[in-house]
């Protein structure tokens, strides 16, 4: 009797610790970070910062297949937050279903529309938008997933 007591909660333990595993802290890349991720992978990086009102860093990265990218280091995490919700807004999603992830340090938003692939992610007071050929989506997802974004 005494080790079916025991069993739920070594149980409970063991199912928690697993479910841990694999969780990573997201900590928001600064603007030289982003650049050298960028520049590595193909991109020309332009400093546009004093486009965007209020912010630390704003850049725009390009490559000759038209995809694009946006970094902006913000003031807070408020200022991000509305950035995000901006760039979110912005996107035509015509009748197709985007992808959401909404958490307080951390938001993720994801839609294709037709040839073209949008994905916008926020950590903290960071705010990474991208647009790509629909056709490079996996690339995307890979730089921004290797930087936790």
């Known amino acids: ?6 069993f739920f909660p070594v149980l409970l333990v063991l199912i928690m610790a ?5 969780c ?14 960028a520049e590595g992978a193909g991109f020309t990086v332009t400093d546009v910062t ?6 630390k860093s704003y850049l725009i990265a390009s490559n ?4 694009e990218l ?7 995490d408020s200022s991000a937050l509305k950035l995000y919700n901006s760039f979110k807004s912005s996107i035509q999603t015509g009748n197709n279903k985007p992808s959401n992830v909404d958490s307080t340090p951390y938001a993720k938003y994801t839609v294709t529309n037709g040839e073209l ?3 916008v992610s926020r950590v903290n007071n960071t705010v990474i938008y991208g647009k790509y050929q629909a056709t490079n989506q996996k690339a995307l997802d890979k730089l921004l997933d290797s930087i936790h974004y």
Request: glycine share 6%; proline share 0%.
């Open 50 to 55: 004093d486009q965007l009102l209020g912010s």
């Open 117 to 119: 692939y949008y994905r």
């Open 64 to 67: 000759e297949n038209g995809n």
């Open 1 to 6: 009797m005494k080790q079916t007591k025991l």
């Open 18 to 22: 697993l479910a841990m595993v694999g």
């Open 70 to 76: 946006h970094y902006a280091a913000l003031a807070d």
């Open 24 to 37: 990573s802290a997201r900590t928001a890349v600064d603007a030289d970070d982003f650049k050298a991720l």
